[in-house]
């Protein structure tokens, strides 16, 4: 398949199409060797959670025309408690005291769209967001292999394993935590 690209990378200010991102996310995922953790039959109505559509998260996306072919997700989180999908790591990582801080997640990429740069750009277009804005104090994340080169490039520090647990299902991965002290 030939395609005919015109990317456009942006912050989503139109929360109408956040649905977009959300059944984005499951083509994604069912595109890749991670199709038993996120797919259409674990969630049909697409991937979300409680912090898609809190007011201090921040979606960014890359077009392709007016589609949305990539997007990459960073809440600004003032307590722990918020993000109910990492106890696991919190459990095993001591984290700075300092409030608020960022969420990296739910950065995907259509399959036809890999392997040029994206994520990359993405991780850069969301650290310069927060420090620009002088939003949070440090960031956090996790990511599976594949995304550590990105993250260290933006001066992410692998902490170490713990075992992330998808919603809607039993299926376990086990994923490196990362933090940012964004200086």
């Not at 300092?98 to 991780?123: C, H, Q, T, W």
């Amino acid at each position: 398949m030939e395609l005919n690209i015109n990317l456009s990378t942006a912050l989503l200010t139109d929360k109408s199409r956040i649905q977009e991102i959300y059944d984005l996310r499951v083509r994604a995922y069912e595109n890749s060797p991670k199709s038993n953790y996120v797919n259409t039959k674990l969630f049909p109505n697409g991937w979300k959670d409680h912090l898609d559509e809190c007011e201090d998260t921040y979606h960014f996306i890359v077009q392709d025309k007016n589609k949305i072919v990539a997007s990459g997700r960073v809440a600004i989180i003032n307590a722990l408690e918020k993000i109910t999908d990492l106890d696991d790591a919190f459990e095993k990582y001591v984290l700075p005291q300092e409030r608020p801080f960022a969420y990296f997640s739910r950065l995907v990429v259509l399959k036809e769209y890999r392997k040029m740069g994206i994520p990359d750009n993405l991780d850069n277009l969301r650290i310069n967001f927060l420090k620009k804005n002088n939003l949070a104090k440090f960031a956090i994340g996790w990511a599976t292999p594949d995304r550590h080169p990105s993250l260290l490039k933006y001066g992410f520090v692998n902490l170490g394993l713990f075992n992330y647990k998808f919603e809607n299902t039993d299926n376990i991965i086990s994923v490196s935590f990362f933090c940012n002290y964004l200086k």
